[in-house]
Nanobody, 127 residues
Framework: QVRLVESGGGLVQAGDSLRLSCATSGLLFRNYNMAWFRQAPGKEREFVAA????????YYGNSVKGRFTISGDRAENILFLEMKNLLPEDTALYYC????????????????????WGQGTQVTVSS
């Protein structure tokens, strides 16, 4: 059974940094594209970043490019999101997601393409 558990969220000020973690069980990174999404109140779920399971290719949403870094610990199957220079508009519930893949393929930016989700961790950035 695949399980994803996010942690590391919190209340910070604009310009601060945070590191989110997604602990996984029941999967091996090499068989999954892994991603971070976020959802602010009243808005659609937004793609943040993804890590290609078989090829380590990194993908970023335009709003976080240059500020956020996605990475993974393949030995422990933990996904990370390093967030720097946080802005009030980064305030959202951040979700970890996994897409099972049978061969190398680009990580999708659509939430509907992912098979498993965590419960989310709240990030709040004050101005």
């Amino acid at each position: 059974q695949v399980r994803l558990v996010e942690s590391g969220g919190g209340l910070v000020q604009a310009g601060d940094s945070l590191r989110l973690s997604c602990a996984t069980s029941g999967l091996l990174f090499r068989n999954y594209n892994m991603a971070w999404f976020r959802q602010a109140p009243g808005k659609e779920r937004e793609f943040v970043a993804a890590l290609g399971g078989m090829d380590d290719i990194l993908y970023y949403g335009n709003s976080v490019k240059g500020r956020f870094t996605i990475s993974g610990d393949r030995a422990e199957n933990i996904l990370f999101l390093e967030m720097k220079n946080l802005l009030p508009e980064d305030t959202a519930l951040y979700y970890c997601a996994a897409e099972f893949i049978g061969r190398p393929q680009p990580a999708p930016r659509s939430a509907g393409s992912y098979d498993y989700w965590g419960q989310g961790t709240q990030v709040t950035v004050s101005s």
